[in-house]
Structure formats: C-alpha cells, structure tokens
C-alpha cells in the first residue's frame, strides 16, 4: 500500500468535500468504521503488546498533526478529549468517541485514513456511537 503525508491526506479530503459536498463519503467512512465489530477491551493488567504500543503512537502522532488542521472548523470539546483519553490510555481501553460536528467527522475521516495507511484495523480506532 503507497504511504501518503497527512498533507495529502487533507487535500484529498478537502477535494472530496468540495466535489461531493462531503456528504456521501464521511457517511460511507463513518459507516465502516461504526459498523466494525466491537472489540472487548484489554484487561488492566494486560500490557500491550509492542505492535500495539506502536499503532498508539503513530495515531497520537497523526492527532496531533491533524487536529490544528480541523479544529478551527469547530471540533467539539467532547471528541477532542475522548481521543486525549484514547491515546492516554494507550489506544487499548476501548473509547467510545463519537463524532457529532462536521469537523469531527472531518478529523474523524481524516484519522481513519491515516491509521489504515499506517496498518491498523478499522477495529482499532475510538469510534463508536451508541
């Protein structure tokens, strides 16, 4: 799979929104990423492994290279500190974040991308709306 900057990312993202006012493709990238099966979180006193450690640092890394981009747009405080919790916990205690602006959903299209060109799973990331 060819790796893309997080440059490329957001203009990719940004053509998209323009083209097809955005709508269709953060219902269809939402829709993959809320429709994955839940995965039980790991026990407390269960570390993670080093691939584990590993995806949480590069997601931490493309939050905080994404986030200056969106959040002016009006991500709200909620998710912001949801994947603060996320990364804090090690990307493993199963966060429920759910985006509810468009610039979430913006940052959350965004990471999605970025994590499975890094090689995680869908099931990886803190997506959920219950």
């Known amino acids: 799979m ?3 900057s997080i440059s490329e990312l957001m203009n990719f993202l940004r053509c998209i929104s323009r083209e097809y006012n955005g709508q269709i ?3 269809c990238l939402l829709a ?7 995965v039980p979180s ?3 006193d269960t570390v993670p492994d080093a691939w584990t450690r590993e995806k949480c640092v590069r997601y931490e890394r493309a939050f905080r290279q994404l986030l200056p981009s969106v959040a002016p747009k009006g991500v709200t405080d909620s998710f912001i500190k949801g994947n603060e919790s996320f990364i804090a916990a090690g990307c493993s205690d199963g966060a429920d974040v759910c985006p509810k602006s468009p ?3 913006e940052l959350a299209n965004a990471l999605t991308i970025a994590a499975m060109n ?4 869908s099931t990886f990331l803190p997506f959920v709306c219950r």
């Open 2 to 4: 060819p790796k893309i």
């Open 25 to 27: 493709l953060r219902s």
């Open 32 to 38: 993959v990423v809320l429709s994955a099966p839940a």
């Open 42 to 44: 790991l026990a407390q």
């Open 103 to 105: 610039a979430d959903f």
């Open 118 to 121: 890094f090689g995680t799973a």
